[in-house]
């Protein structure tokens, strides 16, 4: 892996300069909150999660936290709920939630844990990919969702590769890179080996969606998605997987052909769904958007967009794409596809979206643990 494998997510923060990882173990270090904003009564985030809270915490009022309730009718596939509403003699079987990129906001994300009143009990979470890297504490995070078991699902992103390439010696983080906190963990390989036994593509007949980190290209349907994903899996879960993290990153080849073989292969089926956004009509990768000028054929769509995409008829959930709206595509769920990473490592929001309701939450991030955020 090179460290343009890190140049994908914009506009980053430089963080590394100016505050050591080693200090995001330990909360009360890092947390600078006015106590004066802590309302005692209400309930601090993760309580219902077990996660241990140092009895601080943000005013959840200050900002105002928006929910999003589109129509039926822009969820064609929700129009007749596959759970029951649930009913209020305790029997809700409990609800799906999809949260796009965490990126080690963990904070933020038990933020909106609250707000989602989420029960790991009976409810779950799915998450888009990206768990790890430029916020704050991904050590933290990284094992409140292990601890979770079954309760969660997560696919892997281009971010949490990075991860297990570092770990594995098959890459050198960068400055902007804040995995320090979990590399000198000592739990770290209890982390590494459950994270690199997570899957690329998580599928749910039952509630109907497919959830990737990034993308697929126009000739994969489903079962073909499936069988390319379970090629690289196999492999992580190898003890032998430094090899392939050392072969994997942003280079050739850019278009998919059934005879692809060796790391070629599973090089272009890793960038698919660690780091696709744009590609053209023949599923030539555009990893850079920067041929999206071209006309015809060879002009790059959002993945998503390409004509006869083979696995438009399956409702996608996916992240890695926090300036998706900001380019111009809202409003995607007539094409099923729920762009999920709204932007948290970046001061953006996190977005959740109930499944089986087909309803948005969104909660603003604050990053109030790094040194650079605005007060
Ligand atoms: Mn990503």
Same mark, same amino acid.
């Given at each position: 892996m090179n460290e343009a494998m890190t140049q994908d997510t914009g506009p980053d923060l430089d963080t590394a300069q100016i505050f050591d990882?080693?200090? =995001?173990?330990?909360k009360n270090k890092v947390i600078g909150l #006015?106590?004066?904003?802590?309302?005692?009564v209400a309930a601090s985030p993760g309580h219902r999660l077990g996660v241990p809270w140092d009895g601080e915490h943000p005013n959840l009022n200050d900002h105002p936290d928006q929910t999003d309730s589109p129509k039926r009718s822009d969820h064609p596939h929700h129009s007749e709920p596959n759970h029951p509403e649930p009913d209020l003699l305790g029997t809700d079987a409990g609800a799906t939630y999809a949260i796009g990129?965490?990126?080690?906001?963990f904070d933020d994300l038990l933020r909106l844990l609250d707000r989602l009143d989420f029960d790991p009990a009976v409810d779950h979470l799915w998450f888009t990919g990206?768990?790890? #890297?430029? *916020?704050? #504490?991904s050590l933290g995070l990284l094992r409140f969702v292990r601890s979770l078991g079954p309760a969660a699902v997560t696919v892997l992103g281009n971010h949490d590769l990075y991860l297990l390439a570092a770990a594995a010696g098959a890459w050198s983080a960068g400055?902007?890179?804040? =995995?320090g906190g979990i590399l000198d963990a000592p739990d770290r390989e209890e982390l590494l080996f459950w994270l690199r036994h997570q899957p690329l593509l998580w599928h749910d007949e039952q509630l109907n969606f497919v959830m990737i980190h990034a993308g697929l290209p126009p000739q994969w349907d489903l079962a073909t998605a499936k069988a390319r994903a379970a090629e690289i899996e196999s492999l992580l879960q190898n003890p032998s997987h430094a090899e392939l993290l050392r072969e994997l *990153?942003?280079?050739?080849?850019w278009r998919w052909r059934d005879d692809l073989q060796g790391w070629d292969r599973l090089r272009y089926i890793a960038n698919c769904f660690t780091q696709l956004r744009w590609c053209d009509a $023949? *599923?030539?990768?555009? =990893?850079?958007?920067?041929?999206?000028? =071209?006309? *015809?054929?060879k002009r790059s769509l959002p993945w998503f967009l390409v004509?006869?995409?083979?696995? $438009?008829?399956v409702p996608i959930l996916f992240g890695h794409w926090a300036r998706l709206e900001r380019e111009g595509?809202?409003?995607l769920d007539r094409q099923l596809v729920h762009p999920l990473d709204t932007g948290c490592a970046n001061r953006g929001h996190f977005t959740a979206l109930h499944l089986e309701k087909g309803r948005y939450t969104r909660v603003r991030c604050r990053n109030e643990a790094l040194p650079w955020a605005e007060a």
């Open positions: 990882t080693a200090q =995001l173990t330990d #006015n106590t004066e904003d802590v309302d005692p990129d965490v990126q080690g906001c990206d768990l790890v #890297n430029r *916020g704050p #504490n400055r902007k890179d804040t =995995l *990153g942003p280079g050739k080849p $023949a *599923g030539r990768l555009d =990893l850079t958007g920067e041929r999206r000028r =071209l006309k *015809g054929a004509p006869g995409r083979a696995s $438009a008829t595509y809202k409003r």
